[in-house]
């Protein structure tokens, strides 16, 4: 009989690596992020400024999420202008094109956590010391 192979996390584990410090990482302030890119068009200009401030409250948009925000506001443009003509005359194609945008709409605003999901969001309450005279020390 054999006696089996390695098995997941035998061996000895490595040494903790000294000399790595934690280095102060300073938060880049959100206001250049609340004026749209200059290159957007008016109509998706007034959604980024109807949307950025609440995904900036929510620290969902950052320097490196702005081409997604870009294509929410194109795909939410888009979608207002099909649902306008489907308002209109609504024909199978406008309807099927008009889902699909909603979908990917829908779909961006969930990662910006921008989308209604029905719960509210937890609230972090400050941590309260039980006993206030414990910070004191006890004597003994």
């Given at each position: 009989m054999s006696?089996?192979?390695a098995r997941v996390g035998?061996?000895?584990?490595p040494k903790a690596t000294r000399g790595l410090r934690a280095v102060p990482v300073q938060i880049p302030s959100s206001e250049p992020l609340l004026t749209p890119p200059p290159a957007l068009p008016t109509a998706q200009k007034d959604v980024w400024l109807k949307w950025a401030p609440l995904a900036i409250r929510r620290q969902t948009?950052?320097?490196e999420n702005v081409p997604a925000f870009v294509l929410l506001c194109?795909?939410?443009v888009r979608r207002a202008q099909i649902g306008a003509m489907a308002d209109k005359e609504p024909t199978p194609e406008l309807l099927r094109s008009l889902a699909q945008y909603a979908k990917q709409v829908e779909a961006l605003l969930g990662r910006f956590r921008l989308a209604p999901f029905g719960k509210p969001e937890a609230i972090e309450k400050p941590k309260t010391v039980a006993n206030p005279w414990g910070?004191?020390?006890a004597r003994g």
């Open positions: 006696w089996g192979g035998a061996g000895r584990k948009l950052i320097a194109e795909l939410e910070a004191l020390g």
